[in-house]
């Protein structure tokens, strides 16, 4: 029976539904209900566009919750509902090659501090609307005819000194928008670490010592057993001598022996 627990396929498996979850638990679903006070406008785009659109305060639904926006991507289609949106910073919004400087964030954030309110009129909304295009687009975003005021809110930035509003980016499948910061929201661009399992420690087994034989008793010091004589070189030449005087002795005498033996025989 295979062990699905160390089975490749099931490691993939439950690494993709892992991943799946953590994007699930980070996405959000927008509804987009077009401009809640605004005006139309006319503006033409370096991607072919040239037409009018409604420039103004959009009312949207975050997961239910409603917020007013403003959109920093007039060269994407809005979508009136798309799951899958992030928050992130501004400037990591929209996509390249319109993503924002932190020099441009900041406009947008001093423009918003500086105009916006739930209650402002419908052409300062559209004014507010179509300067924050202009930030984003730069030269390949142009107004045509009436700006609601845009070119004087760009202008203001120049001796604004103020502090920005706490915006955050709005990024999905469709357009991507500026809202107040809802409380305690982060940013969710980059997913949380994962930590690496530590694999289990193995230990290295210890030999075990073979059993020591217990010390018996110490035996009493006694006498030094005298060393063994050896002879000494004298003495070995003395010995060696006689043996040689010996010998020659008995070769000498050795023919008078058989004389002696004939004599005895004779009697």
């Known amino acids: 029976m295979t062990n699905i627990a160390r089975s490749p396929l099931a490691l993939s498996v439950a690494a993709a539904l ?13 509804e987009d209900f077009g401009i809640r006070k605004g005006a139309p406008a006319h503006i033409s785009l370096s991607t072919g566009f040239n037409g009018f ?5 959009k009312k949207i639904r975050v997961d239910g919750v409603q917020m007013d926006a403003f959109c920093i991507d007039p060269f994407t289609v809005a979508l009136h509902s798309s799951p899958g949106y992030k ?21 947008i954030s001093d423009l918003w501090a500086m105009f916006y309110s739930p209650d402002m009129t419908t052409n300062k909304a559209a004014g507010l609307q179509l300067a924050i295009w202009e930030i984003v687009g730069s030269d390949d975003f142009t107004v045509i005819g009436k700006d609601y005021g845009s070119g004087r809110m760009l202008a203001a930035l ?14 999905g499948p469709g357009q991507d928008y500026a809202v107040l910061t809802p409380p305690r929201q ?9 930590s690496t399992p530590t694999p289990p420690h193995h230990s290295t087994p210890t030999p075990t010592p073979a059993p020591t034989r217990p010390p018996g008793p110490t ?5 030094t057993p005298p060393p063994t004589k ?14 040689i005087l010996a010998l020659l002795a008995i070769n000498k005498f050795r023919p008078a022996l058989p004389a002696v033996a004939r004599v005895q025989t004779r009697r």
């Open 18 to 30: 892992s991943l799946v979850a953590a994007n699930s638990a980070q996405a959000h679903l927008v």
């Open 53 to 57: 659109v409604g420039a103004g305060i």
């Open 87 to 107: 928050f992130v910073p501004l400037t990591k919004a929209p996509e390249a090659p319109w993503t924002l400087s932190t020099s441009r964030a900041t406009e």
């Open 158 to 171: 120049q001796t604004y000194s103020g502090p920005g509003a706490n915006l955050i980016a709005l990024t």
């Open 186 to 194: 982060g940013d969710e661009s980059t997913p949380p670490p994962h």
């Open 219 to 223: 035996p009493p010091p006694g006498p």
């Open 230 to 243: 050896v002879p000494d070189s004298g003495s070995t030449f003395y010995l060696l001598a006689s043996a």
